[in-house]
T-cell receptor, first 118, second 115 residues
Framework: GAVVSQHPSWVICKSGTSVKIECRSLDFQATTMFWYRQFPKQSLMLMATSNEGSKATYEQGVEKDKFLINHASLTLSTLTVTSAHPEDSSFYIC??????????????FGPGTRLTVL | AQKITQTQPGMFVQEKEAVTLDCTYDTSDPSYGLFWYKQPSSGEMIFLIYQGSYDQQNATEGRYSLNFQKARKSANLVISASQLGDSAMYFCAMRPKTSYDKVIFGPGTSLSVIP
């Protein structure tokens, strides 16, 4: 099956620093990757849609200058949380869509990255 | 607007019993896909089952079945013969045709299986 990895799986940083999270599709090419944020005991909220070779599309209310997304290749997308603050502490999950996938089960999720900002 | 509702924040079920997790959705799009995901405490999202809006039969995958009632806009998940490992958060999700790439998630139901 399609595998998506994320690195790191958890990170602790000081307030004001930047953190980069990587999302990789290991055995398939993904023209589209998605970034979600999940606060404790809440659902997944889509932050942005990332297309290879073009600018990401951000959801309403998500600061594009704070959450920088780069999708430089068909297997890698990165999310950089710039000048992180404690309120950015959350679980960040990426997913990747199979390029030539069928109508279902074509979006595969990474294991998530838990970010804690002190 | 598209929306997913899961009215059960938490559910308990005895081991080996069946349980139904409710999901209703709202969309004006005639074509859409419905999904159920399981999220254990480790955080990974595990795909369970899919139902297309034009599928004639209810989807089944092992112990999981989807009770799809299109007219009522409901897509309840039935888990048969519950196991302790089924304890997790369960999310109902929808991908409307008009926003083909976006999957909208419901608020989730926390299922606890009691030995």
């Amino acid at each position: 099956g399609a595998v998506v990895s994320q690195h790191p799986s958890w990170v602790i940083c000081k307030s004001g620093t930047s953190v980069k999270i990587e999302c990789r599709s290991l055995d398939f090419q993904a023209t589209t990757m998605f970034w979600y944020r999940q606060f404790p005991k809440q659902s997944l909220m889509l932050m942005a849609t990332s297309n290879e070779g073009s600018k990401a599309t951000y959801e309403q209310g998500v600061e594009k200058d704070k959450f920088l997304i780069n999708h430089a290749s068909l297997t890698l997308s990165t999310l950089t949380v710039t000048s992180a603050h404690p309120e950015d502490s959350s679980f960040y999950i990426c997913s990747a869509r199979v390029t030539s996938g069928g109508p279902y089960n074509e979006q595969f999720f990474g294991p998530g990255t838990r970010l804690t900002v002190l | 607007a598209q929306k997913i509702t899961q009215t059960q924040p938490g559910m308990f079920v005895q081991e080996k019993e069946a349980v139904t997790l409710d999901c209703t959705y709202d969309t004006s799009d005639p074509s859409y896909g419905l999904f159920w995901y399981k999220q254990p405490s480790s955080g990974e999202m595990i795909f369970l089952i899919y139902q297309g809006s034009y599928d004639q039969q209810n989807a089944t995958e092992g112990r999981y079945s989807l009770n799809f009632q299109k007219a009522r806009k409901s897509a309840n998940l039935v888990i048969s013969a519950s196991q302790l490992g089924d304890s997790a958060m369960y999310f109902c999700a929808m991908r409307p045709k008009t926003s083909y790439d976006k999957v909208i998630f419901g608020p989730g139901t926390s299922l606890s299986v009691i030995p």
